[in-house]
């Protein structure tokens, strides 16, 4: 069967469909020997190169769900000192789904699927995430129901959302969503700054009492329910 040479890359745990499109036009993709184009196919028995390596298919997938520190950034570049993926050290071919800000702490997953990132990143599927987030000074009702209609950031109004007050200066908040900075955008709007931004849901996974730093394998009902929310 033939796929096309960035669906390869991304199923094979390289990278997402969207980061393959861009290391082809690089030139860094090579099939047989041969430059790579977006427009390229794979079928058994070919060769293909990823920076000087070759990539084999992908066998088992492999999801865990991370309580990032602060302080580690969500790329798999090795440019990076403080990147997600060294940091864990897994052992396998892993990648970060989304992104979470290095000054922030909580949950996030890592797959070698590159179609469940893709599904998991699609805004149009509506995929909730949760968080606790703690300012800089007492949560009002205004800033409640002004945050759950919608702010205007980065030249556009988030989408509406659920949020409650958890205690003087914290609140949970559940964005379906996922624009840069986007919850630090929308306390800036109303004059205030967070304190503490953690993240403790993806979807139907939760962080629970995972340790800062540690990770677990996501498996079993709780893979098959996330599969089953993706439509896989």
């Given amino acids: 069967m033939e796929v096309r040479i960035n669906r390869y890359l991304s199923e094979a745990g390289v990278c997402s469909r969207r980061a393959a499109d861009t290391y082809i036009d690089e030139g860094k993709v090579l099939i047989d ?14 060769v293909v190169i990823f920076c000087g390596e070759v990539v084999c298919p992908k066998t088992d ?38 992104r979470l800000d290095k000054d922030s702490q909580g949950l996030i997953l890592l797959t070698n699927d590159g179609e469940m990132t893709n599904r998991i990143l699609k805004v149009s599927n509506d995929h909730e995430k949760e968080y606790v987030v703690t300012v800089n000074k007492p949560v009002t ?7 759950a209609k919608g702010v205007p950031i980065l030249g556009k109004v988030t989408r509406k959302c659920r949020i409650w007050k958890t205690d003087e200066r914290t609140f949970h908040i559940v964005l379906m969503q996922g624009l840069n900075r986007q919850i630090r955008r929308m306390c800036g709007y109303f004059g205030y700054s967070v304190v503490k931004l953690k993240r403790i849901r993806i979807m139907n996974i939760k962080l629970g009492g995972l340790a800062v730093g540690t990770y677990r394998r996501v498996e079993k009902e709780e893979l098959a329910e996330l599969l089953r929310q993706l439509g896989m």
């Fill in 33 to 46: 020997g041969i430059t790579a184009t977006k427009g390229s196919k794979v079928t058994e028995g070919n």
């Fill in 61 to 98: 997938r492999v999801v865990l769900a991370f309580n990032k520190p602060v302080g580690v950034t969500c790329t798999a570049s090795s440019e990076d000192k403080d990147n997600i993926v060294d940091y864990i050290n897994y052992g396998e071919r892993i990648y970060p789904v989304g």
């Fill in 141 to 147: 009702q205004e800033f409640i129901d002004g945050m």
